[in-house]
């Protein structure tokens, strides 16, 4: 199977309508392309405040979640957190726990096991929780479909689930379903997070219950983190969401993630790219190598000096996990490269992959060969599996026609997780790749690179960079916009870090020079000969270097100047 192939799809060329003359032309072509021809149009943008967001009891059995909050702290009831190990549900689990805590609440919390105990509500886990006194327990970021568990619970406990996942059949036997995905359920936005999830239910908690005396502010960071973690889309609420946790990040971050920080060197002002890829890995990390309790203790540490310890653990299971990804991918590309260039979907498996990092290693080979992936660890009567998609293959909708194989599975359109017993994962994998050939049938296997605006390298000013910020903060649902600059020449290229890992190449045109840079592709230095002409697609950034704004480009793709693109029809979201 060959790697990759990239389709440049450019925008349309701007069209002279009024009602932007305030903003330069290429940030006029992004906004165009993205339907915003005039200012009133740009407003929803602009406005990321949490002030205006919805009504947090238009989300299904809100109140009832608070009547039942509310009934158990006047009777002094222990209440258990019950949160999910992976990124978003350790937040979701801090943003509840400091919440109640602050206001004398008698609240416990639990975080499973990855290895031990697996995805969802666990029975014996609420057994558990009942001999510990709790007779309230608080699930996040799971329970949705644990229709088994909740209807098995021991009698007398009360369970209300906090969720955004997929529901797949009947509703189970909780006191109350707090999701956005869920039928009947009114919220105008059913993006968020479990973190977000959880801190609606406390600012319904501040309105109906705890009036004044509830800070749900008070989490913001962890929100922030969550929801970039768990790549839901970030528009509408999220942006505010994350928006507010990244003020707060870069402002008055709480010790652990202070102290994560520090470890990943990440310097102010923090952005969602420096989540994404420097602190939330971390996070993820513990639950992925040994166990995510870790990283709690970490997000609700009192002071520097608790969290130093554990951001530096987190900090050396990251290297864990990062060595046994790589690995991981090194084995699975040997395979990979067995199949046919025609093949639909990637479906692999070993007794020696780690069941923590199978979901990172098929996100990487979705990045190689984009192509649906589902990557297994085989070991011991049941295999667990983490998936990963494209655009066009919805994983939820395929896992469920897939339901009859399989034990257990659950997840959104990109990215799931299931476990298959180990005499029907060759039928699995046969399903899979009927199910991949019919749904992508025609499909070109080719990634579309989005180009948002073309620019001459004297457009690119600290002033455009800004323009852009506008639209931020960046991620699913609201890319980064992608700049196109045509016949650049090449003045120099060198490779820098590790092992010459990076490439820098001088860039001029007929206008100006730029600096642009690209990660992990060094090797691609000994093509760039000086004068070589380009066509260069990128991301803009801007630094502060000795007192001034710098622009640089992030290199996302480059092809000899000249080169067709391809240019289908392209709906810009």
Request: glycine share 8%.
């Amino acid at each position: 199977m060959k790697k990759e192939r990239r389709t440049w799809i450019l925008p349309e060329p701007l069209r002279p309508l009024p009602g932007l003359e305030a903003f330069s032309p290429v940030f006029r072509q992004v906004l165009h392309g993205r339907g915003i021809t005039q200012e009133r149009q740009l407003d929803p943008w602009l406005r990321t405040d949490l002030a205006g967001a919805p009504d947090p009891f238009l989300l299904k059995d809100m109140a009832v979640a608070c009547d039942l909050i509310a009934e158990a702290v006047r009777r002094g009831d222990r209440i258990a957190i019950y949160g999910d190990y992976d990124a978003d549900g350790v937040t979701a689990t801090v943003v509840l726990l400091r919440g109640l805590r602050a206001i004398g609440v008698d609240v416990i919390a639990y975080i499973p096991n990855r290895f031990t105990e697996g995805y969802g509500l666990n029975g014996e886990a609420l057994r558990e929780l009942h001999d510990r006194g709790a007779r309230l327990v608080i699930a996040c970021d799971c329970g949705t479909n644990s229709v088994s568990v909740a209807k098995s619970r021991p009698a007398g406990m009360g369970l209300i689930v906090t969720d955004h996942h997929e529901p797949t059949g009947e509703r189970p036997d909780v006191d109350a379903l707090i999701n956005p995905k869920q039928p009947g359920c009114a919220y105008p936005f059913d993006g968020l997070a479990a973190c977000g999830v959880a801190y609606k239910l406390l600012v319904a908690l501040e309105r109906r219950v705890f009036r004044g005396g509830l800070d749900p502010g008070a989490s913001l960071d962890a929100v922030a983190l969550g929801t970039i973690a768990d790549v839901v889309p970030l528009r509408a609420e999220n942006r505010a969401l994350v928006r507010a946790g990244l003020e707060m990040l870069n402002e008055s971050p709480s010790p652990g993630c202070a102290a994560l920080m520090r470890l990943a060197a990440v310097t102010r002002p923090v952005g969602a790219e420096h989540v994404a890829f420097q602190l939330a890995p971390r996070i993820n990390a513990a639950g992925r190598m040994e166990d995510a309790v870790l990283a709690l203790d970490l997000l609700l540490a009192a002071d520097d000096e608790a969290a130093a310890p554990l951001a530096q653990r987190l900090h050396e299971q990251n290297l864990d996990r990062q060595r046994a990804t790589a690995c991981i991918v090194r084995e699975a590309r040997t395979l990979v490269a067995e199949l046919d260039d025609g093949a639909p979907v990637i479906v692999l498996g070993s007794e020696e992959w780690p069941v923590g990092v199978v979901g990172l290693a098929a996100s990487r080979l979705v990045e190689e060969f984009y192509r649906p992936a589902f990557i297994f660890n085989l070991d011991g009567d049941e295999c667990r599996g983490s998936a990963r998609s494209i655009e066009g293959f919805p994983l939820h909708e395929c896992l469920a026609r897939c339901a009859p194989l399989l034990l257990r599975y659950g997840g959104h359109a990109m990215a799931a997780g299931l476990t298959v017993a180990r005499d029907r994962f060759d039928a699995l994998r046969a399903r899979l790749e009927t199910e991949a050939a019919s749904r992508l049938q025609g499909h070109a296997f080719s990634r579309p690179v989005a180009v948002e605006a073309v620019a001459c390298l004297a457009d690119l000013k600290p002033s455009l960079y800004q323009e852009l910020q506008l639209l931020s903060p960046f991620g699913i649902g609201n890319r980064e916009p992608l700049l196109l600059s045509r016949e650049v020449e090449v003045v120099r290229a060198q490779t820098f870090g590790t092992e010459d890992r990076h490439l820098r190449v001088l860039l001029r045109d007929r206008t100006a020079t730029a600096e642009a840079i690209a990660f992990d592709r060094g090797l691609t230095a000994s093509h760039l000969p000086a004068g070589r002409r380009l066509d260069v697609i990128y991301r803009l950034e801007c630094e502060r270097w000795e007192g001034f704004d710098r622009i640089r480009l992030h290199l996302r793709d480059l092809r000899g100047a000249g080169l067709p693109a391809r240019t289908p029809e392209l709906a810009i979201s």
